[in-house]
T-cell receptor, first 115, second 115 residues
Framework: GQQVMQIPQYQHVQEGEDFTTYCNSS?????IQWYKQRPGGHPVFLIQ?????EVKKQKRLTFQFGEAKKNSSLHITATQTTDVGTYFC???????????????FGKGTHLIIQP | DSGVTQTPKHLITATGQRVTLRCSPR?????VYWYQQSLDQGLQFLIQ???????AKGNILERFSAQQFPDLHSELNLSSLELGDSALYFC??????????????FGPGTRLLVL
């Protein structure tokens, strides 16, 4: 079945430094979604990328979808303490009718920020 | 607030017991997903329902079962509980599992502690 790998598992940064997490799928994706889970909270949808090579920005967050639609990245510029949490990617296979081939979540990257 | 509700918020029980977790999806969402999240683990997909029918099965143990009712709420039944079943159980809902409608909205979770 489809596998979605995320690296790194943990990332410690000083406040103000940049942060990047990478997501790789074993199969071509129809789209990829990113979620954020704050400590003690639940995953919250951030964004969805659909097109090959797509880049989307949300303030200090930049999301990219690879040309081959098998990888994605999330980059945060000048991290702030509010960015603390776990960032998950979730991919939908290209050839999917939903259901058994639905979204597959990566294991997440835990972002720890030192003030 | 995602619009997904889960009860109870916390549950403490003993090994060998059986518990039922309840989830009400967002208004209009037909698809419900159950996930297990243990310490330092990602989101382990358990099972998905769509409009009352089981749609996909993930890493769900035989001791666990679920159903979705005509009013679209869902219940996850965990039986013969073991210490290792202690985890956070999330329910998520989406409009449908079909492409571009599969963004998932997570509930606040039920924290289960098996003693």
């Amino acid at each position: 079945g489809q596998q979605v790998m995320q690296i790194p598992q943990y990332q410690h940064v000083q406040e103000g430094e940049d942060f990047t997490t990478y997501c790789n799928s074993s199969t071509t994706l129809s789209n990829i979604q990113w979620y954020k889970q704050r400590p003690g909270g639940h995953p919250v949808f951030l964004i969805q990328l659909v097109k090959s090579g797509e880049v989307k920005k949300q303030k200090r967050l930049t999301f990219q979808f690879g040309e081959a639609k098998k990888n994605s990245s999330l980059h945060i510029t000048a991290t702030q303490t509010t960015d603390v949490g776990t960032y998950f990617c979730a991919g939908l296979p290209e050839y999917s009718g939903g259901g058994a081939d639905g979204l597959t979540f990566g294991k997440g990257t835990h972002l720890i920020i030192q003030p | 607030d995602s619009g997904v509700t889960q009860t109870p918020k916390h549950l403490i029980t003993a090994t060998g017991q059986r518990v039922t977790l309840r989830c009400s999806p967002r208004s209009g969402d037909l698809s419900v997903y159950w996930y297990q999240q243990s310490l330092d683990q990602g989101l382990q997909f358990l099972i998905q329902y769509y409009n009352g029918e089981e749609r996909a099965k993930g890493n769900i143990l035989e001791r666990f079962s679920a159903q979705q009712f005509p009013d679209l709420h869902s219940e996850l039944n965990l039986s013969s509980l073991e210490l290792g079943d202690s985890a956070l159980y999330f329910c998520a809902s989406s409009v449908s599992p079909q492409k571009n409608q599969e963004t998932q909205y997570f509930g606040p979770g039920t924290r289960l502690l098996v003693l």
